[in-house]
């Protein structure tokens, strides 16, 4: 079963088929990173996301290593 919570993280791989990696601030759970991909159901914020970028939102997360990122939000 998995929780839906909130992150903050840095985007660490952008790939084009719109499949990256966001390295959480703080874990959540076992979970220290996420990925995002449109297969997943990942909103993204458009073509414009780039490693390196600040970004936050909401992550689908269990007891796995990796937790499913649901939302990209570039910060401001």
């Known amino acids: 079963m998995s929780d839906k ?3 903050s993280g840095v985007v660490i791989r ?3 088929d719109g499949f990256g990696i966001v390295q959480f601030d ?3 759970g076992a979970n ?3 990925i995002f991909s449109t297969v997943l ?3 993204l914020p ?3 996301l780039k490693e390196g970028q600040r970004v936050h939102g909401t ?3 269990d007891t ?3 937790a499913a990122v649901k939302t990209v939000v570039v910060d401001q």
């Open 26 to 28: 703080r874990p959540l």
């Open 41 to 43: 159901g990942s909103t």
């Open 46 to 48: 458009g073509k414009n």
């Open 5 to 7: 919570q909130d992150y």
């Open 64 to 66: 796995r290593d990796l």
């Open 59 to 61: 992550a689908e997360v």
């Open 14 to 16: 952008v790939e084009r």
């Open 32 to 34: 220290t990173h996420g």
